[in-house]
């Protein structure tokens, strides 16, 4: 899944290690960058999909992002991602995370990693 074929079946586009950041934002660039919604991202999708987030996101519009540009829409990404996983910690919905809640989900971790070879994740 997270090869070559990892967004929409391009060989060598968004491959290898890039492939796995990607992973997180693989949705969010379907959603956004797939403008003919075939569910694939072709080269073109890609480059006009890359240079409207440059657009967007370059408040000196030089073409480029700045580490603080970038942390910018880094955050905007994963967004998402952070409230589901705040979600799971928040069991009672009180919109905090207690101590209690921390402990419980450790707890809940490890015994789910206690399952694997030697306690060692796969």
């Known amino acids: 899944m997270m090869d070559g074929g990892m967004m929409g079946g391009h060989d060598g586009m968004m ?3 890039m492939g796995m950041m990607m992973g997180a934002g693989q949705s969010y660039a379907m959603a ?14 890609m ?6 987030e440059l657009a967007a996101n370059g408040s000196d519009a030089n073409g480029s ?15 998402p991602m952070s ?5 799971m910690h928040n069991a009672d ?6 101590k ?4 419980a989900m450790a707890a809940m971790m490890q015994s ?11």
């Open 112 to 122: 789910h990693m206690g399952g694997q070879q030697g306690g060692m994740p796969g």
């Open 83 to 87: 409230v589901r996983a705040f979600q």
């Open 65 to 79: 992002l700045s580490l603080d540009e970038f942390a910018v829409m880094h955050a905007a990404h994963t967004r």
């Open 15 to 17: 491959g290898g290690g």
């Open 47 to 52: 480059t006009a999909g890359i240079q409207a």
């Open 100 to 103: 209690a809640e921390m402990t």
């Open 93 to 98: 919905g009180d919109a905090q995370v207690a």
């Open 32 to 45: 956004t960058f797939d403008t003919n919604k075939d569910g694939a991202l072709s080269p073109e999708e």
